[in-house]
């Protein structure tokens, strides 16, 4: 099922605590991405009570299929008309072909998605052509690639593996076929849905920062059951909102778009994601705040730029230990501080003696830049960069009119995001492992990187 295009859905509804209070609705999904059931009539049986807190709404679909609806909340008014109530639910998480009363946990052993975009970064082929010497003969067959494992950590593993779409039997005048690969992620022992959800969203970060286009999955099937040698998973589907923008280049997936190839890294796949999660996870704001910059629908220039200068000020404060004084010598400067300072002053001084051994944002960015600053050649100066990154950010957050003028406005801040945008992912291909060469070929190998740096050449 197509995440970019949900189910559109008539059926039954009711909770496991009423079966016998079923009502009808209408399940679809609104432009924002949000699942909504629309409800005629009151879940529970009586007219005006629903159940406080995320409730689980249970359902059957009119072509059959079973519907859990997990963690539902009211989305806008009930309207009430004589004898009967109209209500709207919105669902956290759709699963369509399963139902999971309240009372069961929602515990799965793995997820797995697809995207147009993984299927061209693979580069997987299956499908394989031959022509007899009849001209108005030919055959395809479909060889699938072997399913290919990786483990990530104990009790974690990643699979790859394919799917076909072919036509049915019978003449046509044309055919369309098509294969997918499957990212799936396996555990040993069921995993809460929510962690999963959580585990794919972190995993599709890595492929987004290895295309520069966003990841949007278009299927997520749920696994009840390990089994590493299927090719088929189970008809669970699931649907969420993603929270992203969903519209993307899938030819970007393709050499030389990406960062690097599949094959560069498929011998130490798991190796690279595990390190990529475990950062993600020592480094969640920064890691979330630079998505979100990259990835929102509808930003303003000036909010995107505040989101790159803080993801990087977050990013340098979390990674690297660097202080203007060492602990020792900050001891003896705050002692002579707070002695030259009366006590009336005592509670002003406190919270600046606090922060007082951070690194200036200015300061941190020029470190960022002493590692991989080498890649954008005589385009960009670190010093210059870092002021004027510095001055508008103080600009945009105090709206100071003596900075005003040393802020960046129109094409100079797009460059500065430009410039801030390629810093940050260059320090995400080093904390994932790879060594300062492999970064530098990367910037020059990369079409999509080396395009946003001729970009910020042009617009210097």
Not at 16 to 30: F, I, Q, Y
Not at 65 to 93: E, M, N, Q, W
Not at 290 to 296: E, G, H, I, P, Q
Request: hydrophobic share 40%.
């Amino acid at each position: 099922m197509d995440m970019t295009n949900p189910p559109d859905i008539k059926g039954y509804f009711w909770l496991d605590s009423s079966p016998d209070s079923k009502v009808a609705g209408h399940l679809h999904c609104t432009d924002s991405g949000d699942m909504v059931v629309e409800l005629i009539g009151t879940l529970g049986g009586v007219l005006g009570e629903a159940p406080d807190g995320p409730m689980r709404i249970l359902g059957y679909t009119s072509n059959g299929k079973y519907i859990t609806l997990v963690d539902c909340y009211p989305a806008g008014g009930s309207t009430h008309v004589p004898g009967f109530s109209v209500a709207t639910y919105r669902s956290t998480y759709t699963l369509v072909g399963c139902r999971i009363p309240s009372a069961e946990p929602l515990d799965f052993h793995g997820l797995a998605f697809q995207s147009d975009i993984l299927d061209n970064w693979y580069e997987f082929g299956g499908f394989i052509p031959s022509q007899s010497h009849d001209p108005y003969h030919l055959t395809i067959e479909w060889s699938p690639p072997a399913i290919t494992s990786w483990k990530i950590r104990d009790g974690l593993t990643v699979a790859l593996y394919p799917t076909a779409r072919i036509p049915g039997w019978g003449k046509h005048n044309s055919v369309s076929l098509r294969q997918m690969t499957w990212t799936a992620l396996r555990f040993d022992t069921p995993v809460a849905l929510g962690d999963l959800v959580d585990l794919a969203v972190r995993t599709a970060g890595f492929f987004s920062f290895v295309t520069d286009e966003p990841v949007p999955f278009l299927a997520v099937q749920l696994e009840q059951e390990k089994d590493p040698t299927s090719q088929k998973l189970d008809a669970v589907a699931l649907y969420f909102n993603m929270g992203k923008r969903q519209s993307t280049d899938a030819r970007r997936g393709n050499a030389p778009y990406p960062l690097f190839p599949f094959a560069q890294v498929k011998a130490s796949f798991g190796a690279t994601l595990n390190q990529w999660l475990e950062r993600y996870e020592a480094l969640k704001a920064p890691f979330n705040l630079y998505f979100s910059a990259r990835d929102s629908e509808g930003l303003f220039l000036e909010n995107e730029f505040l989101m790159l200068a803080q993801a990087l000020e977050a990013l340098h404060r979390h990674s690297s230990k660097k202080k203007p004084y060492d602990d020792e010598t900050y001891d003896v400067l705050k002692a002579a501080l707070k002695a030259a300072i009366g006590p009336e002053f005592q509670d002003w001084l406190k919270p600046k003696l606090d922060f007082g051994n951070e690194l200036s944002l200015s300061e941190r960015l020029s470190d960022l830049f002493s590692t991989v600053g080498n890649v954008f050649g005589d385009t960009v100066d670190p010093v210059t960069c870092a002021k004027q990154i510095r001055d508008t950010r103080n600009y945009l957050t105090h709206y100071s009119s003596s900075l005003k003028k040393k802020s960046a406005t129109g094409h100079a801040m797009f460059r500065l995001c430009l410039v801030m945008e390629c810093l940050f992912r260059l320090h995400l291909a080093r904390l994932t492992g790879f060594s300062k060469e492999n970064v530098d070929h990367f910037a020059k190998s990369s079409q999509s990187f080396s395009q946003k740096l001729l970009q910020i050449s042009q617009l210097a």
